[in-house]
């Protein structure tokens, strides 16, 4: 008989799962027959990818030697609105690899990092990939609970993470409150603000690097894979003091970021006309959306970034089951530490109207189900 390797996997790792994607189209194609399924799963941007980046690959004359690990120039242009400087931005492959150069960096086994439940499922696997001890705190009201994160800061937390606008619940945490919340925190302890929705705030919206600007050990991180339509060629960055994106640099793989996502990003950033567009399609669907909510008397938490948590009156998993047949992916709540909620992604008014019309059919199904089912 061959021995087991059991021996061989870290402990850290045992008992683990890895990150479950949403259900991908081809999946659905394939399983139902549905030639076009409406994907409204993974807040990407329905509108596609920012033509001037698009224009901009094709351009990329050759591949075959390896670009600039710096990227001076992109980081100058990221700089430049902030009056920054290079050295506070740091680059990565999707903004998922600078979550985990935070933990290569600054998280050493049972270290504690404190981050709300649910949010961003990736920062508890990362914790868990490095041996950090996560404490998790509950929304109050779908809402960070920044009073109850800061009473469990302790002497081993190293990192706090809020994600402002927070994944799953589409929810943000009033300015005040995050500027008090910063300046309570430890002047020795990382603040990570993950900003990946932030293009699609109002002018209510906090700015994570007017947070940076006040205290130091502040970490904002942004991605290309929403507004802009980037997702599939990776790439996130983050604004911090010099002295963390040093430290962030040390873990970092050399060239991480490819030349295919520089080039599209450099020329995405100054498509004034594209992220007019995805914002403005944006709010118009929230309103489709949310309007259709009332009306059904079904709650959703107010959004502020691309994707809406809606609650239905049957386990998620099934709702999400009952929409998938009828040819639309949203994410089911279950996954996500969310039950009885599915989160929707805003797409093309047409897509959203193919949503609500399936979601309105099955409400009343859902509704007209006897008491007994529903256990
Ligand atoms: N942070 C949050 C809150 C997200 O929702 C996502 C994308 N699902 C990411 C980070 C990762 O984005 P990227 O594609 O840049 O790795």
């Not at 567009?277 to 938490?301: I, K, P």
């Not at 969310?338 to 309105?360: H, I, K, Q, S, W």
Request: proline share 6%; hydrophobic share 45%.
């Amino acid at each position: 008989m061959q021995p087991s390797l059991d021996r061989l996997l870290r402990t850290s790792l045992r008992g683990f799962a890895p990150y479950k994607p949403g259900t991908s189209v081809d999946e659905v194609k394939r399983r139902y027959g549905f030639e076009h399924p409406v994907k409204l799963s993974q807040n990407e941007n329905p509108l596609g990818t920012s033509p001037r980046a698009l224009a901009a690959m094709q351009h990329i004359a050759a591949l075959s030697d390896y670009d600039e690990d710096d990227h001076r120039t992109l980081k100058e242009r990221l700089a430049r609105p902030y009056v920054l400087d290079v050295g506070n931005v740091i680059l990565g492959h999707g903004s998922n690899e600078l979550v985990m150069l935070v933990f290569g960096a600054f998280v050493d086994p049972g270290d504690e990092v404190v981050l709300a439940t649910p949010t961003f499922s990736l920062f508890r696997k990362d914790a868990q990939v490095v041996g950090g001890t996560t404490v998790e705190v509950p929304l109050r009201d779908g809402v960070h609970d920044l009073d109850a994160m800061l009473a469990a800061v302790t002497p081993k937390t190293k990192v706090v993470f809020v994600c402002d606008p927070n994944n799953p619940t589409g929810t943000r945490v009033a300015r005040e409150a995050l500027f008090a919340f910063a300046k309570a925190l430890p002047s020795d302890v990382l603040l990570v603000i993950d900003q990946a929705y932030r293009e699609y705030m109002d002018a209510d919206g906090t700015d994570g690097v007017d947070v940076l600007r006040v205290r130091p050990a502040t970490l904002v991180l942004r991605t290309a894979s929403k507004i802009y339509g980037l997702a599939s060629v990776r790439f996130g960055y983050g604004y911090a003091s010099p002295q963390i994106v040093a430290w962030l640099d040390r873990v970092r793989l050399p060239f991480n970021v490819a030349r295919p996502a520089a080039v599209a990003v450099l020329a995405a950033l100054d498509d004034d006309d594209f992220i007019a567009a995805s914002v403005a399609n944006n709010e118009r669907g929230m309103r489709q959306l949310g309007d259709a909510f009332a009306r059904l008397g079904v709650h959703a938490y107010p959004s502020a970034a691309n994707f809406v948590a809606v609650e239905v009156p049957v386990a998620a998993e099934d709702a999400y089951a009952a929409l998938l047949e009828r040819g639309v992916i949203t994410r089911s709540g279950d996954g996500l530490g969310m039950p009885g909620r599915l989160r929707v992604t805003v797409g093309t008014p047409e897509e959203n109207a193919a949503f609500l019309d399936a979601f309105e059919v099955l409400l009343a199904t859902w509704r007209a189900r006897p008491i007994e089912a529903l256990t």
